[in-house]
C-alpha cells in the first residue's frame, strides 16, 4: 500500500459525526494496572474512532477518572455486567487484555465477549483485538481458544507466540538442515489458519496473516529501524490503533496492517527517547505528512 492509498483509507468525512467512526470499549485491569488500557485507549481514539470508553472494575474506577477526559468510563464488574454494555450495539470493537490480569474472572470477561460474535452493530460485526492477559489465558484454555472467530486480531510477541502455539515456535525455532527454511511468514500464516483469525506476529520483522494465507510483513529494520519501540506500553498502543481502526470500519487484516505501519511511522517522528506516551501523541503530525 503507498501512502496516497494509506491517506485514502484515514481520511474523514468533513460532514461525519462521531458515530459514524465508531465506539471503541478497552477493557481495563485492577487498580494499579489500568495504565495499559488507558494507553490502548489513547492510541484508539487518536486513530480516529469516533468514540472511545474504558471498562474497569469498580476499584479502578477512582484511578481512571483521574486521568481521562475525552475517553468515557464505565464500571465492569463481571461478565454479567459486560455483557449488559455490550447490549448499545454502537460498541463494534474491542480490545482485550493489556494488563487485564489471568484469573478465572478474567477468562470470563473474555468468554462473554467471545460469545457475542453474532452481535451486528450499524457498523456490521463487532470486532476484536486480543493481546497481553489475553493472550495468554486463550493458551491456557481450550475451550476459549476455539471461541475465536474471524473477526478477532491476535497481537503476539515471540514469548505470547510460543505460548499460543508451542508447536509452531518449535518448528520455527529448528535450525534449517534443507531448504526451503520455515519462516516466520510460514509460522504466522500458519498460526492464523489454526486459529481462524488474523494474527499480527509482533517484532521488528512484524508479519501479520489472515486465516486464508494471505500475509505481509511490515519492517521496522534498516532505514525504518524504531528500536525506540522495545519500551514498556508500545504493544498496548499497538492495540489500540489497531481497535481503532477496527471501529471505524477497517476489517482485520487491513486494521492490523495500517495499525503497525502507523505504529512505527510514530516511532520513527518522536526518535530517541520514546516512551509509549508519545506514540499515539505523534499520530496528528503523521497524518500531516499524509496530507490529511
Known sequence: MNRDEMAGLLRKSNDAHKYRYGHAL???GPAGKSGAARLAARGALRVGA???TVACPPDALAENAAQLNAIMLKRVADSTALLAVLHDTRINALCLGPALGLDADQAALIAEALTVRGDRTPYGPRKIVLDADALTLLSRDAELFEMLHE?????????????????IADKLAEPAT?????????????????????????????VIADASGSAVINSAQNERAAPWLATAGSGDVLAGFITGLLARGFGPMQAAETGAWLHVECALKFGAGLIAEDIAEQLPKVFTDLGL
Open 151 to 167: 473477526n478477532c486480531v491476535l497481537t503476539p510477541h515471540a514469548g505470547e507466540f510460543a505460548r499460543l502455539f508451542p508447536d
Open 26 to 28: 478497552v477493557l481495563s
Open 50 to 52: 469516533g468514540v472511545v
Open 178 to 206: 534443507v531448504g526451503p527454511a520455515y519462516s516466520k511468514v510460514d509460522a504466522t500464516r500458519e498460526a492464523a489458519k489454526r486459529a481462524g483469525c488474523v494474527v499480527l506476529y509482533k517484532g521488528a520483522d512484524t
